[in-house]
Nanobody, 118 residues
């Protein structure tokens, strides 16, 4: 059974930083593409960043603008999202996602709340 467990969310002041973690189990983590999405109240879920299995290809949403960094540690079956220079508009539930390299099924974590105060 595939499980993704996010952690690291919380309340931070504007300009602050947070690092989100996503611990995966139940699949061959090192072969799977990972990603982070977010959903603010009343808005659709949107892509934040993705990273391929070996970390060779990384994509970011335009609003990231060099503030966020996605990474992964395949030895620890964990993906990360380092978020710097946070803004109130970054307030959302952040979700980790994993695409299984064989079935191409997309798995989601339960989400972690990030709140940025002004």
């Amino acid at each position: 059974q595939v499980q993704l467990v996010e952690s690291g969310g919380g309340l931070v002041q504007a300009g602050g930083s947070l690092r989100l973690s996503c611990a995966a189990s139940g699949s061959v983590f090192s072969s799977n593409r990972m990603g982070w999405y977010r959903q603010a109240p009343g808005k659709q879920r949107e892509l934040v960043a993705t990273i391929t299995s070996g970390g060779g290809t990384i994509n970011y949403a335009g609003f990231v603008k060099g503030r966020f960094t996605i990474s992964r540690d395949n030895a620890k079956n964990t993906a990360y999202l380092q978020m710097n220079s946070l803004r109130p508009e970054d307030t959302a539930v952040y979700y980790c996602t994993m695409v299984d390299h064989i079935s191409l099924q997309n798995y989601w974590g339960q989400g972690t709340q990030v709140t940025v105060s002004s």
